[in-house]
């Protein structure tokens, strides 16, 4: 059974401090790894990723997928309260068109 | 600009109701989804569905069915609601990519 495990569930940092959040998968034909932000409504898209080793980044977001430990983090840099949401990670299952398999979540508070 | 919408914002059910939450996308994408998210829990898939008339069970079916009769149009439907299916219930499309667009979700509370 796919699985999608993300550390840690909440997270309370001050602003202008950077944070890592993590993501580890066991999954079967692998397709694409995504993370989304949600805040009191809907997620919205961040990142996919599809190959190893490059670095996806948006401002002060990055992320990056390793395929062979069967991981990815999601870096933010300079934290700002806005930043405060849950962040999602998702694995995309190659044989099932679009189906997603979610993380928990980790909750993180941006303090000021 | 994809869209997503859904029918409510919030709901307010008696347990023994029938419930129908509508999702509507306009985008002509063929897949479509029902998730429901709790705390703790994430979101966790209830059905799928690849085009019109087509459905799938996700991980969690039970309680539930749905209905797509139109390719822009996926219905999540509670045959007699009860407590344990006060949620957040969230619709999402996608299309050539594995982006999902979300719908802005509905919580359903059931009393």
């Known amino acids: 059974e796919d699985k999608v495990v993300q550390s840690p569930l909440s997270l309370v940092v001050h602003e202008g401090d950077t944070v890592t959040l993590n993501c580890s998968y066991e999954?079967?034909?692998?397709?694409?790894l995504l993370w989304y932000k949600q805040e009191k409504k809907a997620p919205t898209f961040l990142f996919m990723l599809t190959s190893s080793g490059i670095e996806k980044k948006s401002g002060r977001l990055s992320s990056i997928l390793d395929k062979k430990e069967l991981f990815s983090i999601l870096n933010i840099t300079a934290t700002q309260t806005g930043d405060s949401a849950i962040y999602l990670c998702?694995?995309?299952?190659?044989?099932?068109?679009?189906?997603?398999?979610f993380g928990q979540g980790t909750e993180l508070s941006v303090k000021p | 600009d994809v869209k997503v919408t859904q029918s409510s914002r919030y709901l307010v059910k008696r347990t023994g109701e029938k419930v129908f939450l509508e999702c509507v996308q306009d985008m002509d994408h063929e897949n479509m989804f029902w998730y429901r998210q709790d705390p703790g829990l994430g979101l966790r898939l209830i059905y799928f569905s690849y085009d019109v008339k087509m459905k799938e069970k996700g991980d969690i079916p039970e309680g539930y069915s749905v209905s797509r009769e139109k390719k822009e149009r996926f219905s999540l439907i509670l045959e007699s609601a009860s407590t344990n299916q006060t949620s957040m219930y969230l619709c999402?499309?996608?299309?050539?990519?594995?982006?999902?667009?979300f719908g802005p979700g509905t919580r359903l509370t059931v009393t």
């Open positions: 999402a499309s996608v299309g050539s990519t594995d982006e999902q667009y």
């Open positions: 999954v079967t034909n692998f397709r694409s």
């Open positions: 998702a694995h995309c299952n190659y044989n099932q068109g679009g189906k997603l398999i």
